[in-house]
């Protein structure tokens, strides 16, 4: 407490919105589906404000989606998105980096990257010296990434 995520306040929210009415089982009907930005600042189910880096998660049963940030998913799904969006600032920093291997799951996993990207993404992730052919693949590979990111932009 004291750091204005009110992890007690999330598991009301939370349980409001499952089917389940104990705690044990409403988490499990809850997972990640998409993170985004927010253009403007945004308030976590906890009540923390702001938040800009948004992870949308979906209750599988009820079909509610809401959104928390990352300290939230992390303590309740275990899922490290703010990996993810360190990664994002590299890349957007530099776009001749590559983006990490969690970023790389999540958005092949969301069809923001094809099967064929990710194997590149994969082979050439630790390479410096990419030939000039290769250099463009992964920025633009980068550059869908970044662009999946606008609001409500990947599900
Ligand atoms: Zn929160």
Same mark, same amino acid.
């Given at each position: 407490?004291?750091?204005?995520?009110?992890?007690?306040? $999330?598991q009301?929210?939370?349980?409001?919105? &499952?089917?389940?009415?104990?705690? /044990?089982t409403? /988490?499990?009907?809850?997972?990640?589906? &998409?993170?985004?930005e927010?253009?403007?600042? /945004?308030?976590?189910?906890?009540?923390?404000?702001p938040?800009i880096e948004?992870? +949308?998660?979906?209750?599988?049963? +009820?079909?509610? *989606?809401?959104?928390?940030?990352?300290?939230?998913? !992390?303590?309740?799904?275990?899922?490290? &998105?703010? $990996?993810?969006?360190?990664?994002? !600032?590299?890349?957007?920093?530099?776009? +001749? =980096?590559?983006i990490?291997?969690?970023?790389?799951?999540l958005?092949? /996993?969301?069809?923001?990257?094809?099967?064929?990207?990710?194997?590149? *993404? *994969?082979?050439?992730?630790?390479?410096?010296?990419?030939?000039g !052919?290769?250099?463009?693949?992964?920025?633009?590979?980068? =550059?869908?990434?970044?662009?999946?990111? !606008? =609001?409500?932009?990947? *599900?």
């Amino acid at each position: 407490m004291g750091d204005g995520y009110n992890f007690h306040h $999330l598991q009301g929210e939370i349980l409001a919105r &499952s089917r389940a009415t104990d705690w /044990e089982t409403a /988490e499990r009907e809850w997972c990640l589906l &998409s993170i985004s930005e927010a253009d403007e600042p /945004e308030t976590c189910l906890c009540s923390h404000f702001p938040i800009i880096e948004l992870c +949308t998660i979906a209750n599988r049963i +009820t079909g509610i *989606q809401v959104d928390v940030g990352n300290v939230c998913v !992390k303590r309740f799904l275990g899922f490290r &998105s703010d $990996l993810i969006f360190a990664s994002i !600032k590299r890349i957007r920093n530099d776009m +001749t =980096r590559s983006i990490g291997a969690d970023a790389a799951v999540l958005f092949h /996993e969301r069809g923001i990257i094809n099967a064929w990207e990710y194997g590149f *993404q *994969q082979n050439t992730r630790a390479k410096r010296n990419l030939t000039g !052919k290769q250099m463009e693949t992964r920025i633009s590979i980068n =550059r869908k990434i970044l662009a999946s990111l !606008k =609001r409500r932009g990947i *599900q």
